[in-house]
C-alpha cells in the first residue's frame, strides 16, 4: 500500500486532516513529561523511546492516517522511519511540531509536566561546557569535556539526532511507566 499522505503537513494541513478524516490519529511521541506540559488535544502520547523498545512487535490493526508530531519535528519523523518500516501505510510528520502548532494559535492542552526535551538538553550541554571551561583553569585537560560536547551538539545539528536528547529521555524523570507501554502503544496500533 502506498502512502497516500506527504511525509510531512503543515498545521493547516493537520487539522483539515484531523476534522475532515475522524478516525485521523495524532500521536505524539514527546517524553511523558513534556506531553503534560502541552500537547495538542485529542493528541496520545506514545513516546519515541518506546517506539523503539517495542519497534519489532509493532503493526497497525488500520489503516487511519497517522500524524506524528514532537517538539519540532525530528523525533517524529524518526518515529515516522521506524513506522514505516513496521508497516504503517498513512504516516506524516507535523511540520515544525507543536512549537509550530502553537505559533499558528492553534488549541493546546496546558498542564503541570516537564521540561521540554530541547530545554533540559541545552541546559545539560549549557552546564557540561561551562563546567569543562571553568574547571580547565584547574584541570586543562577539561577543556577537552567542552569540546566534546560542542562536537556532540555539531553532529546532533548535521544528523538531525540528538544523542544527549535519547540519554536524557532515559531518566526516570522522561521515562514511560512499563504498566502503561500496551495501553500507550493501542492508541497507535488498534
Known sequence: MTNALPSTVDVAAARELVRATPRARLIDVRSPGEFAAAHI???????????????????????DPVVLVCGSGARAEQARNLLATAGFAQLAVLRGGIAAWEQQGAPVTRGAGKWAMERQVRLAAGSLVLTGVLGSLVAPKLKWL????????????????????????????????????????AALTR
Open 41 to 63: 488535544p485529542g493528541s496520545h502520547n506514545v513516546p519515541l523511546d518506546l517506539l523503539r523498545a517495542n519497534s519489532s512487535g509493532l503493526s497497525a490493526d488500520h489503516t
Open 146 to 185: 567542552a569540546g566534546f560536547i560542542g562536537a556532540g551538539l555539531t553532529y546532533s545539528a548535521l544528523s538531525g539526532t540528538c544523542g544527549m536528547a535519547r540519554l536524557l529521555s532515559l531518566l526516570p524523570y522522561n521515562r514511560t511507566p512499563e504498566q502503561d507501554a500496551s495501553a500507550l502503544l
